[in-house]
């Protein structure tokens, strides 16, 4: 029986088709998240003009999937340590693919804006697995560009749906923009068929055939069996155990966490708030809505 180092034996990999398999299935499902993060924007004047809401009812809507994110964050993330990461992928997917379409047929800013929470929840469940998944498989050399690569399909996704909405809301209402956001469900059988499970999640439930069959795929010419002992790490005499968030706080780490905190929420807050008031900011200033 050997003994596998698992992260070593990944790390000196060099891609190939299995990390492209799971990059393209983390690219579409990270464009489907944008799609869906930044639709709000697109619509957002055609909701005004319908509904005859002010500006601050409007804000909130987007508030309701910002805090449907946040929370989504915080309980999909441990759950995947738990379950494996490919099933809270494809649970969350589900999730906001289900009541974003749901969404196209509210009739009242209440429903729309439960709606748009609980989408929230997969959204944010999404996000922080797809990162996970990408770096746990990823080459030691690649692991920062291929995690940029797939992020960078959120931004995209935000394209696509403001060149889809100059000429869905035209022709076909808003609601025509929110009902595509149904499209992951479609691909759902291919992506549970190509998107692998977690390395932790193998070792952890002991799964060891599965593993096995795995890592014969990132190793091209790999023999790992059932009977080999597989080691995700080595521990060190200085892993923590406990609550992770407080070892955010130890060691004079507390400045920098703060600062990174503050960062990150700035950066959101800018990017968010853009893209949900920046069409009608310009429609106001006497642009057409296809502009905007």
């Known amino acids: ?69 946040m929370i989504g964050a915080l309980v999909f993330g441990p759950l995947a340590d738990k379950f494996g990461r490919k099933k809270v992928i494809l649970i969350c997917t589900v999730i906001f693919s289900i009541f974003t379409f749901t969404s196209g047929f509210a009739d009242t800013p209440t429903s729309f804006g439960i709606q748009r929470f609980i989408a929230g929840l997969g959204l944010g469940g999404v996000m922080p697995n797809l990162i996970a998944i990408i770096t746990e498989y990823a080459p030691k050399k690649l692991r920062s560009t291929l995690v940029a690569i797939m992020f960078s399909g959120h931004a995209l996704g935000g394209v696509v749906v403001s060149l889809g909405a100059m000429y869905l809301i035209p022709n076909f ?3 025509a923009v929110v009902w595509l956001g ?25 799964q060891k055939s599965q593993l096995a069959d795995v890592l014969n795929q990132v190793e091209v010419n790999g023999k790992y069996t059932a009977n080999d002992h597989y080691v995700l790490h080595e521990k060190s005499k200085n892993d923590s155990t406990g609550f992770p968030v407080k070892q955010l706080f130890k060691k004079g780490r507390t400045v920098s966490t703060i600062m990174f905190w503050v960062a990150f929420f700035m950066c959101l807050f800018v990017m968010y708030g853009l893209s949900t008031w920046l069409p009608k900011i310009m429609e106001g200033a006497g642009y057409e809505l296809g502009s905007s």
């Open 1 to 69: 029986m050997h003994t596998i180092r698992v992260s070593e034996m990944i790390d000196e990999q060099k891609f190939n088709r299995f990390h492209l398999q799971i990059l393209l299935c983390c690219i579409f499902i990270i464009i489907c998240d944008g799609y869906d993060m930044f639709m709000l924007g697109t619509i957002l004047p055609s909701l005004m003009t319908e509904w005859k809401i002010t500006a601050v009812e409007a804000g909130l809507f987007s508030s309701y999937a910002l805090f449907g994110m």
């Open 173 to 175: 209402g808003w609601r």
């Open 182 to 206: 149904a499209l992951p469900l479609i691909f759902m059988p291919i992506l549970y068929k190509m998107l692998p499970e977690s390395l932790n999640y193998f070792i952890l439930k002991n």
